[in-house]
């Protein structure tokens, strides 16, 4: 079976000149794997993902022996924050993703998926222009009902 036929089509998207705090409010406040940059013409440029915000706002060096030392993650969080503040999407995003067309099938987006532990591919048609995503519950959604035969409601 086709991703076109299966993906999510409701994506939270951006353009490039989007400000730091824009995009850590629409990852909090939206159910969104990932936030898609995209130009004028909804070609995707690029991905923010909760993992390109948090590493702005925790330091590199931090793991999880010296935060056991700290009283209080406030005062750090703070300070990365004001740090990454005057930062784009276009300064956050990852622009070496994987992508899917509209006609690839639901066990290669599965495989990638598993494989690379991602939440979601972007899907593009042929111009480059996002046309949706499909992610790990899409997958499991397409498995359940349609391979096993399970009524999901």
């Known amino acids: ?33 990932q936030i898609y940059v995209v130009d004028q013409g909804f070609k995707l440029l690029g991905i923010v993902t909760t993992h390109n915000l948090l590493s702005r706002l925790v330091p590199q060096y931090l793991d999880s022996t010296l935060s056991k030392t700290l009283p209080s993650g406030d005062s750090l969080f703070a300070k990365h924050y004001r740090e990454s503040s005057g930062l784009t ?22 495989a ?13 048609d042929e111009q480059g222009v996002l046309r949706g995503d499909i992610g790990r519950k899409d997958i499991l959604r397409y498995i359940t009902a349609k391979v096993c035969g399970l009524d999901i409601g």
């Open 112 to 124: 990638i998926i598993k494989d690379r532990r991602f939440n979601g591919l972007p899907v593009l």
């Open 89 to 110: 999407a276009k300064e956050v995003m990852t622009t070496d993703f994987i992508s899917l067309g509209l006609d690839d099938v639901i066990i290669e987006a599965g």
């Open 1 to 33: 079976m086709n991703v076109g036929k299966h993906m999510n089509t409701s994506l939270t998207t951006v353009g490039p000149d989007t400000a730091f705090s824009t995009l850590l409010v629409k990852q909090c406040n939206w159910r969104t794997r």
